[in-house]
């Protein structure tokens, strides 16, 4: 990252109402619209031009590239369910625009809270060991939850919600001002995800009736150029999560995303979130679809909403800190004890501290009994378990070596 002090015939004045405006870096500016830049009171077409295209000629950005010299570095964070991270093509995406919509109660601000704890979490065990950005527009951000979440990780909650750098929003205006703030969060608080929950909602608020669409547009387009800037620029991962109207054609309804065409082009990601097709009404159970992304096929899965965030299950494992020390009956360890089983057949559901999910997770490494557990690496585990520690893995290991 270079800093605009370096930009060739640029002064003080013109760096002071770059920042203010949100273009704090040569690569920020570089990657502005001549335009926007121009529109900066006190700037002039001319000055813009002139930084812009300095900038540029620095950046190498006025030559071409072969494509065996592109840089492809994008980094993964877990969004809580593997299942979610799998049709993500391996987690939630760094340096793009990913935009989840669907009706109410359908987990987006769940996603949002669970992502805003997992880009802490470290390298190794799906994270990015960085802050967050979160611009609430709905004021549904819950202190309570980030606290649950982080436990369900194994990180310090308050540590967590130190590093969550909040903004209640209460109107677009405001919305698009805090935006071009977060690119100095990115800079200087080492933040690597932007939420925005939700894009649309003041806007749609706002800006009522179709006199009114183009200016509403316009606002908006300026909104996902600043992110998108911002993404590329800082490497950095946005949410943006957005409301569905529904659509009536004839017998039959959809839902569609709002925003039109600026979002759905602007998103590099689209994914959809639905509730419906569950048996029961107040079932967590919730399914993702992937509408639209340039490397990803059209696939869909499940997850759950848990009182901890987004996962495969619908009960989430918290580490436990004071676990009661015999949490199953009496007869069944006699039971078990007694029967002497061969450890290569025991099941992993039997062992204290693993639950279906857990269990589910490990047979997906190959490890499917009690015995298998028993020979592997913890660090190995619980770098490819998200919210898994290696100390969890150890204690396992330590109920399971009781059953056999
Ligand atoms: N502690 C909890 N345990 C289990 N489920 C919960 C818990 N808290 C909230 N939920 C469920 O999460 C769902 C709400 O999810 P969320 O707030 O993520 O939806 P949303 O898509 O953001 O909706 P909206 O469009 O209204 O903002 C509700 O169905 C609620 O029952
Ligand atoms: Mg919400």
Same mark, same amino acid.
């Given at each position: 990252?270079?800093?605009?002090?370096?930009?060739?015939?640029?002064?003080?004045?013109q760096?002071?109402l770059?920042?203010?405006?949100?273009?704090?870096?040569a690569?920020?500016?570089?990657?502005?619209?001549?335009?926007?830049?121009?529109?900066?009171?006190?700037?002039g077409?001319?000055?813009?031009?002139?930084?812009?295209?300095?900038? %540029?000629?620095?950046?190498?950005?006025?030559?071409?590239?072969?494509?065996?010299?592109?840089d492809?570095?994008?980094?993964?964070?877990?969004?809580?369910?593997?299942?979610?991270? %799998?049709?993500?093509?391996?987690?939630?995406?760094?340096?793009?625009?990913t935009? /989840?919509?669907?009706?109410?109660?359908?987990?987006?601000?769940?996603?949002?809270?669970?992502?805003?704890?997992?880009?802490?979490?470290?390298?190794?065990?799906?994270? +990015?060991?960085?802050?967050?950005?979160?611009?609430?527009?709905?004021?549904?951000?819950?202190?309570?939850?980030?606290?649950?979440?982080?436990? %369900?990780?194994?990180?310090?909650?308050?540590?967590?919600?130190?590093?969550?750098?909040?903004? %209640?929003?209460?109107?677009?205006?405001?919305?698009?001002?805090?935006?071009?703030?977060?690119?100095?969060?990115?800079?200087?608080?080492?933040?690597?995800?932007?939420?925005?929950?939700?894009?649309?909602?003041?806007?749609?608020?706002?800006?009522?009736g179709?006199? /009114? $669409?183009?200016?509403?547009?316009?606002?908006?387009?300026?909104?996902?150029?600043?992110?998108?800037?911002?993404?590329?620029?800082?490497?950095?991962?946005?949410?943006?999560?957005?409301?569905?109207?529904?659509?009536?054609?004839?017998m039959?309804?959809?839902?569609?995303?709002?925003?039109?065409?600026?979002l759905?082009?602007?998103?590099?990601f689209?994914?959809?979130?639905?509730?419906?097709?569950?048996?029961?009404?107040?079932?967590?159970?919730?399914?993702?679809?992937?509408?639209?992304?340039?490397?990803?096929?059209?696939?869909?899965?499940?997850?759950?909403?848990?009182?901890?965030?987004?996962?495969?299950?619908?009960? /989430?494992?918290?580490?436990?800190?004071?676990?009661?020390?015999?949490?199953?009956?009496?007869?069944? +360890?006699?039971?078990?004890?007694?029967?002497?089983?061969?450890?290569?057949?025991?099941?992993?559901?039997?062992?204290?501290?693993?639950?279906?999910?857990t269990?589910?997770?490990?047979?997906?490494?190959?490890?499917?009994?009690?015995?298998d557990? $028993?020979?592997?690496?913890?660090?190995?585990?619980?770098s490819?378990?998200?919210?898994?520690?290696?100390?969890? /893995? $150890?204690?396992?290991?330590?109920?399971?070596?009781? $059953?056999?």
């Open positions: 990252m270079s800093d605009l002090s370096q930009i060739k015939g640029i002064n003080a004045r760096i002071k770059l920042q203010e405006n949100g273009i704090s870096t690569e920020a500016l570089a990657m502005s619209n001549g335009e926007s830049v121009s529109s900066i009171d006190g700037l077409e001319k000055t813009a031009k002139k930084l812009i295209w300095n900038a %540029r000629n620095a950046l190498g950005m006025t030559d071409f590239v072969t494509a065996s010299d592109i492809e570095n994008v980094e993964f964070m877990t969004t809580g369910s593997s299942e979610l991270n %799998r049709i993500l093509g391996g987690g939630f995406q760094t340096g793009k625009l935009e /989840v919509y669907g009706p109410f109660k359908s987990g987006k601000t769940n996603l949002a809270h669970t992502l805003s704890v997992t880009v802490q979490l470290p390298k190794k065990r799906g994270g +990015l060991e960085s802050a967050v950005v979160y611009i609430d527009t709905e004021n549904t951000f819950s202190k309570e939850k980030i606290k649950r979440i982080a436990k %369900r990780f194994g990180l310090n909650p308050s540590e967590v919600l130190s590093k969550i750098y909040h903004a %209640r929003i209460y109107s677009s205006d405001h919305q698009a001002q805090m935006i071009m703030k977060a690119e100095t969060m990115c800079k200087t608080r080492n933040v690597r995800l932007i939420v925005v929950d939700s894009l649309m909602s003041l806007m749609r608020a706002e800006y009522v179709i006199g /009114v $669409l183009a200016k509403r547009q316009s606002v908006l387009n300026n909104m996902l150029h600043a992110l998108s800037r911002i993404a590329e620029t800082y490497n950095c991962a946005v949410l943006l999560t957005n409301q569905v109207t529904v659509k009536m054609m004839g039959f309804s959809s839902e569609d995303a709002i925003g039109g065409n600026i759905a082009h602007a998103a590099h689209r994914v959809m979130f639905k509730t419906k097709g569950f048996s029961s009404n107040n079932s967590l159970k919730r399914r993702a679809i992937i509408v639209d992304a340039p490397d990803l096929p059209p696939e869909e899965c499940e997850f759950f909403i848990t009182s901890a965030g987004i996962a495969d299950t619908d009960k /989430v494992e918290m580490p436990s800190v004071d676990a009661p020390v015999l949490d199953f009956e009496v007869e069944t +360890l006699y039971e078990e004890s007694s029967k002497q089983e061969d450890s290569s057949r025991v099941s992993l559901t039997n062992v204290k501290g693993i639950g279906k999910g269990a589910n997770n490990l047979s997906s490494l190959g490890i499917k009994s009690v015995d557990l $028993l020979t592997a690496d913890p660090e190995d585990i619980a490819q378990i998200s919210g898994l520690s290696p100390k969890k /893995v $150890l204690e396992m290991q330590e109920s399971a070596k009781t $059953l056999v």
